[in-house]
């Protein structure tokens, strides 16, 4: 960082107001922020110098003087996220623009002792192949289910049956880069990055576990130690009782959906997942009321996480949102009958797939930069 | 305001620091704030003219050069939290140094029409008798269990068999003092203000509802409406499924505990609550299984809200904490036993009695004043 702290201050200026609307003139960029146009020239040049912007013919939304306006510039820097689950692993990339330009998925093991070497080899070639496409890799993200400490250790994962595993550590060792900031954080938080909307949401995964994400008033929620966002250990009984999991859960809903189908497979969710919705759809009887059993219990979880932080919005991610068809209309009464405070929380499905984890860590590096924390300018 | 921001930022960092630090000299408040010491004399001298600082002969932590030191004045500012509850009005209020000079109790009928007039009636005498100290009130603030919106209303309060009744506007128009902020606020958070102890703790209210205070990330939990903290519904299972109160409030407990007490009584809950700790003492088998079932599911649902948040701290209040000996050692291998991350939340009573919310009302106006936000000078 080149630049004095009012220098870099404004160049964040500059690029969150680019990042939220999109190609603009200068002068708009000087009437929205309150910079001067004279400053924001100067801006805009520094940062068109470094590949963080690019000149477009066209500013979007207006006609005429082609030629004057600036856009994100994609081309010199992307950054990575690499999420970690019980049977898979997706390496995402996104460029400075935040357009996807790599998504990679690998089936894991990872209760074996190879799953950690197979997470730094993937990390290593996707950063290969960024670097192979011209860009600077600005950072990297290990999205994990489980308890992630701020250093980027693991210290307890039941998804993936690891405890104290310096994932960030050993992935960091292992790219070579200067600069290159390497971290590890719950998946879950990450995917409400995201998922973001609103100032006040909840992202809820549905893989392996059920966690939480919680964007509260605006910023993600950390708590003391960051170990946030564990719903699926939701019981109300002695030790033994069910717990949200055991009545919520995806791999609970196929054993009962699909009793005849092999336990030894589900250790990759998706193709049961895939059978529940066919046979769903051709109207399975029992098939239906496990959906339904489902909703109904994922809605009085999803009443506690209301009645505690009052969220606007609700995401269901990962297989939930596979199912939400039938999901969330037996979810709906039950989160309804269960508030004190009437008109709640809207719940909807993600339309990020299985990677909105990865998708989230890739987009906090640029957060970074838009922020002013970390610009990639060296001048 | 007769300020300038930097000005008013800048009294705010002093009265910060004597908040915090207690009576110190100017050398002392430069040397910690980082401000020259020409502009602390400066700022000193403004804030003694406006009272809101004296000179003392004693800066608490060294010896020599008496008369050097400055301390926050008590004489000439007050403010005022005024607690609701189903049986119980209290009124409270600190003078600008935070120190208690008003404690007032009145019994209530809440759900009774008349209600609202006596809280009326108790705050106009409790601001006039603070006016009779000679201190000019700040600020009002009401404590009411329940959904409390933005601008003061209460949307729903199950407790006090309210719902929309725009308490903060009858008792404002009813203190015809200019400058004087009223506000009203949901007890729970008001209360975990009072007990701030740490940047991740929640205050648990044991009064006719159980509700939380949160304080997340050093924030009080807001959601997007305002309607946090209602842990007392917590329940998996069924619409008529036990809720957290049914397991572990404390009229359920005394109905437990007291199977012959006069249910009629239980509007006030205090002399029920007295005679179960009377019974624990002498060895009553029913009480003390009573208050172990309460600890017990009280346990389970503050592992809820520690896997959710992760606490450092988590206070319980009102009767809970008069309870304490009891329910405290029966929660705490529940909440170990239901946490996914080992070493969660210390588990401690609060030692403010049945009016947290009232203190923590009050001290929100002082608060006010040290933040910059609400300067009560006139230049």
């Known amino acids: 960082m080149g630049f004095t702290d009012v220098r870099a201050t404004n160049l964040a200026v500059v690029l969150r107001h680019l990042r939220t609307n ?207 966002g564990q719903i699926g250990r939701f019981a109300l009984g002695p030790a033994g009782s069910p717990t949200l999991h055991d009545l919520a859960g995806i791999e609970p809903l196929v054993r009962r959906a699909l009793p005849g189908f092999d336990p030894d497979s589900l250790t990759d969710l998706s193709p049961a997942v895939e059978q529940v919705i066919v046979q769903a759809r051709a109207g399975d009887a029992a098939v239906l009321t496990a959906l339904r059993d489902t909703g109904r219990h994922l809605g009085q979880g999803l009443a506690i996480l209301s009645n505690l932080t009052d969220p606007s919005v609700i995401v269901l991610g990962d297989h939930y949102a596979a199912l939400a068809e039938w999901i969330i209309p037996a979810a709906n009464p039950e989160l309804a009958g269960h508030l004190l405070a009437p008109g709640g929380a809207e719940l909807v499905a993600s339309e990020l797939g299985l990677h909105a984890a990865a998708l989230g860590g890739a987009i906090s590096h640029l957060e970074r930069v838009d922020s002013g924390r970390s610009m990639p300018i060296t001048a």
């Open 22 to 228: 999109g190609p603009s003139s200068r002068a708009a960029i000087a009437a929205s922020t309150g910079l001067n146009k004279a400053t924001v020239s100067s801006l805009t040049s520094d940062l068109i110098d470094h590949r963080l912007l690019r000149e477009t013919g066209s500013s979007g939304n207006r006609i005429g003087r082609p030629g004057t306006a600036v856009a994100l510039d994609g081309s010199a820097y992307a950054a990575i996220g690499l999420q970690v689950a019980a049977d898979r692993l997706t390496a995402l990339a996104v460029d400075f623009a935040g357009e996807q330009v790599l998504l990679w998925h690998r089936a894991l093991a990872a209760e074996g002792g190879r799953a950690t070497g197979e997470i730094i080899a993937l990390a290593q070639r996707t950063a290969t192949r960024v670097r192979q496409q011209g860009r600077t890799v600005l950072g990297l993200t290990l999205a994990v289910p489980g308890l992630v400490d701020e250093d980027g250790t693991v210290r307890l994962s039941p998804a993936l049956g690891w405890s104290d595993v310096d994932l960030r550590g050993l992935v960091a060792s292992s790219l070579r880069q200067p600069g290159l900031v390497v971290t590890a954080a719950n998946q879950a938080g990450l995917a409400a990055i995201a998922e973001r909307r609103a100032e006040n949401m909840i992202f809820v995964t549905g893989t392996a576990g059920i966690e939480a994400g919680l964007i509260v008033d605006g910023k993600l929620l950390h708590g003391a130690r960051g170990f946030t």
